[in-house]
């Protein structure tokens, strides 16, 4: 902490800082006295932490609309779109995926890295994150991004808040502490570390994404990302449900064969040994998604069956999912957002016959608006949400790093290496 | 409505009376001075009121306690034992049952007819209903008891809130005015009548029954409900979650065999064929739920073999379900509670092995308080819970009902027919 005042004062600071971010997030283009309305603030109050946050490029002021009519306008507040970004980190199984996604949503880096990450030591892949973690950060300092907080998304289920994955059995992973191995390989981490679930990093991706496209009107949905592993992200009138300790949505050990192939979770005929992205590629004898994609294009038949035999058992799957928690709409993620103009139709034909409520209420089927991007966003999404949350706290640690370079709190600096508070 | 003030007025008592009542159903035992406290409301507003409400028998009020110290003692207030009691029907596949319940959860009256409903036409099945329904409210009257309202449990989707089953596949319905139909043929009806989904009022009545338990620290579960169809109500946090449009918790449809027997829903291979009651009387060969009991006390082996069987398929269905909500305890209730013994070890054996978080977070497999009479009570409870939530409407309807009878509003006859609304 870098706040030399009472701590009571500082609590407060901390509390309305917080409070005028979120009145401006949630309605850009607000003026200060607009803001001060919302939160109940003075307008004093609200002038100091709005200066405060331009300060520290969390928030953007433009100019004073100069329109006709009575009364002083207020100038115009939003997110800044230069502001601090969140650095988003996916542990594929086949697959390393990383990005960085500012304030107001736009991307600003992405890259995915085809590495086969099965039954590998989880220390050699940590060792592999690490160094794409690294050369995200070197970019984002190159370009003078300023990384607010870094969120991972891994496939398996993790212990909230400490960041511990009990067991991703399509990585062969059991009690391995993401979190402290992480910080210990990359000492510069900088800002929050928050470890998820892909499925559910994904779900709220495509509930923020869906926001953005104003479709807020679809807040309950199951979103299935669909990869190696199959998981589910539930979203509940618009909040992700992820149930008693946050294991909630785990769609691909869904039983379809009693004694059907032995999956790495220790059961049998587990769905995503059947109609998984393996499963599928191996019985269309494609080597990867894109050249699955071009058979299929193609009208090749074998490709065909494959990818309608998989939608119909996972039809199927869904078909329970829907009777039991009735949804009204089905979001296909991940490789099936690629292969949605070939699963949708077996798909939603399991879905008529099995839903009990199908006749009077159809389930639609969609096609997932970020694809396989979903998990990977929703992690950087995260790492921001602790920006958002708590701005006072940011500020303090950003400006910590600033004073090490400059020598004003608050004057950013337009040349140097001294930009990022990971330097 | 029989009052006469202006519709603000009355508005405004409405609320308060609710108010009141909720004050004093939370806080059993409370004075007017903690009624008062708790409302907001003023001690002259609150005595007026929890006078009416005394009058109505909605409200027990117990004499000054006479305790030392400094200060005039308070009234104890508390729901009346003696006030309106809520009736409740279940159509079950196999049975009609009926029961009245106090607004302090005591059981008055309650009967279970063995009938077999399935594929009669559903105006025979109705005119079943309307006889015993009218049976209970003429012992209800014998016994002076008023009755408040009237909730019917299904097994089947209910469409809210007009009380329209849209289809029960077990029973053979589709598209039946159920509310209507049954008000219909039992023109003397009491009060408001609520038709539910019997897995979901299921559901609800254990919830109450493990609060008055103290139990209530068991907020999130699944409970299952066993007969001849396998219903499931889910509770998240102390609510029901039952989906978009009410229709959630069917699990009986669960895909278990993709070529298993045809459904009456449609689909092949369904749960509630493989593990409901029926097919496990048929497997072991059992003509009723008592014999098979009697079989599986006495270690017959073909009873064993087939509840342990119907288990397996129970544990695997539930393990999907857990898995994807991560619900910390699952109840068996309905027929399932009385072989809880046989059913739970196979059952929790196949939670362990396809539970993602089981070695983490074992699933508890319990036995439902209420076992095969949580339904009935579920829906009876339902009733009263209209004359909790809007006390006003009971007491205009009951004071109605009395003034055909006595000369005085409130003043309650000790004797006679009309002490009924339903006369």
Avoid at 31 to 39: D, I, L, N
Avoid at 146 to 165: D, F, Q
Avoid at 265 to 277: M, T
Wanted: net charge neutral.
């Amino acid at each position: 902490m870098t706040d030399s005042g009472p701590a009571g004062q500082h609590t407060v600071r901390r509390h309305n800082c917080a409070l005028v971010l979120g009145a401006i997030a949630s309605s850009p283009g607000v003026s200060r006295a607009g803001v001060a309305a919302r939160t109940g603030l003075t307008k004093a109050t609200v002038s100091t932490l709005v200066d405060r946050l331009v300060t520290a490029s969390l928030v953007r002021e433009e100019g004073r609309q100069h329109r006709s009519g009575p009364g002083r306008r207020g100038t115009s507040l939003s997110l800044s779109p230069d502001g601090p970004c969140g650095l988003g980190v996916e542990i594929g199984v086949d697959y390393l995926a990383t990005c960085v996604v500012g304030l107001t949503g736009e991307v600003r880096d992405e890259r995915v890295r085809r590495v086969d990450n099965r039954d590998r030591p989880p220390g050699r892949v940590l060792a592999r994150v690490a160094q794409e973690l690294g050369r995200a950060l070197a970019r984002a300092e190159g370009e003078r991004i300023t990384v607010g907080g870094v969120g991972v998304a891994v496939p398996g289920l993790v212990e909230a808040p400490s960041g511990r994955v009990i067991v991703a059995p399509n990585l062969g992973w059991q009690d391995v502490d993401l979190a402290a191995e992480l910080r210990r390989r990359v000492p510069v981490l900088p800002g929050d570390l928050v470890v998820g679930n892909e499925a559910n990093l994904a779900a709220v991706a495509e509930l923020d994404a869906l926001r953005h496209r104003d479709e807020s009107v679809l807040d309950s949905f199951v979103h299935v990302s669909g990869e190696v592993g199959i998981g589910a992200g539930i979203v509940l009138g618009g909040v992700l449900f992820d149930g008693s300790h946050g294991f909630g949505g785990e769609l691909g050990h869904f039983p379809v064969q009693a004694r059907g192939p032995r999956c790495p979770c220790g059961a049998r005929g587990c769905l995503e040994r059947l109609a998984g992205q393996d499963a599928i590629l191996e019985r269309a004898r494609a080597d990867d998604v894109e050249t699955l994609v071009s058979l299929l294009d193609a009208g090749e038949r074998t490709a065909t069956a494959a990818v309608r035999s998989a939608g119909r058992m996972l039809g199927s799957a869904l078909s329970a999912v829907v009777n039991l928690l009735d949804v009204p709409t089905i979001v296909l993620g991940g490789t099936y957002a690629r292969l949605h103009p070939w699963l949708a139709d077996p798909l939603t034909a399991e879905l008529t016959d099995r839903v009990m409520g199908s006749p009077w209420r159809p389930v639609e089927v969609r096609r997932s608006v970020l694809g396989a991007e979903a998990a990977v966003r929703g992690a950087a999404a995260s790492a921001l949400r602790t920006v958002l949350t708590d701005p006072d706290t940011y500020i303090a640690r950003f400006t910590q790093a600033e004073e090490r370079t400059t020598n004003s709190v608050g004057n950013r600096i337009e040349g140097g290496s001294g930009s990022s508070p990971a330097s």
